[in-house]
């Protein structure tokens, strides 16, 4: 049972009554709730433990004891990257070097945590109405993709395009096609010191993409995936 901690703005939930409709509790609580079992049929043990932050919370809701606790943080992120203080930024990369997962959503691409830990811009393009998208499966072995199709289908999203700008992933488990003709790496897995990291993108405020099963699936095999594992221990520093 991994100690998880749902992270988001909590925006546009606050401020768009369109996104309300769709999330009236906010994007964090729906994904816990995809977390939680929600609709999953394991019986194999119990719910992760789970907590929820938000930017407006005092140190965004992550103070260091929080960090300290949690084994896998997932991160949603859209209209107010700027707002994010740079010592929570440097906690929580600090943390993932440690050995915490991070599984990154949508719009957090262009996260300050994401773009630390990636070095990169982390651009790409984007179309607000993208139309169907198909996530296909391009690594069916991987454990974020168990249980899953050949592809999930998204029949309304946002489309996000190539270039992206980010290093070559260690893994790539998904690549979306959009009805314009558009291919994006979505699914992409890296490991930064001792951390495992996810970025996935799905999950435009608009649409209610963390309502899909398919989604809800991948998330809980991300959550699996990012948990840290013991291993052999590490040293560092000089030796007698």
Not at 40 to 65: K, N, S, V, Y
């Amino acid at each position: 049972m991994a100690d998880v901690t749902i992270w988001n703005e909590y925006r546009h939930e606050r401020e768009d009554d369109d996104v309300a409709a769709v999330y009236p509790d906010g994007i964090h609580a729906t994904i816990a709730d995809a977390l939680d079992d929600g609709g999953d049929e394991r019986d194999d043990g119990p719910d992760h433990e789970i907590r929820t932050a938000t930017l407006d919370d005092p140190e965004h809701g992550l103070p260091p004891d929080v960090l300290e606790e949690t084994d896998v943080l997932l991160w949603w992120g859209h209209e107010a990257h700027d707002e994010v203080s740079e010592a929570v930024v440097d906690r929580v990369q600090q943390r993932v070097l440690e050995g915490m997962g991070l599984v990154v959503l949508h719009s957090g691409h262009y996260s300050k945590v994401f773009k630390r830990l990636m070095g990169t811009t982390c651009s790409l393009q984007y179309r607000e109405d993208g139309g169907t998208e198909r996530l296909w499966v391009v690594d069916p072995g991987h454990p974020i993709a168990d249980g899953l199709d050949e592809s999930i289908e998204l029949p309304r999203t946002e489309m996000y395009g190539e270039p992206f700008d980010v290093p070559e992933p260690d893994r790539l488990v998904f690549t979306s096609w959009f009805e314009g003709g558009e291919v994006f790496r979505s699914g992409c897995c890296y490991r930064r010191g001792s951390g495992r990291i996810f970025y996935f993108r799905p999950g435009h405020e608009e649409y209610p993409i963390y309502e899909h099963e398919d989604v809800r699936r991948v998330l809980r095999n991300a959550v699996d995936w990012a948990t840290p594992t013991e291993g052999a221990p590490r040293t560092f520093g000089e030796r007698d």
